[in-house]
């Protein structure tokens, strides 16, 4: 789990290694970046407030 992923590089690096990896951020805009700079990673995009994630 990559919480506030900024741009998501970690994320899609884990998930490209062959890694189930979640993102959780508030942000919509850092989300939809995110995705559009790693459109082949298999990452779960979640807009969430950490503070209400269930872990």
Do not use: F, K, Q, T
């Amino acid at each position: 789990m990559d919480m506030g992923c900024g741009l998501g590089d970690l994320a899609a690096h884990l998930a490209l290694a062959g890694y189930a990896v979640d993102v959780v951020d508030l942000s919509a805009a850092a989300l939809e970046r995110a995705r559009a700079a790693h459109p082949d990673a298999a990452v779960r995009w979640l807009e969430v407030d950490i503070e209400d994630a269930e872990l």
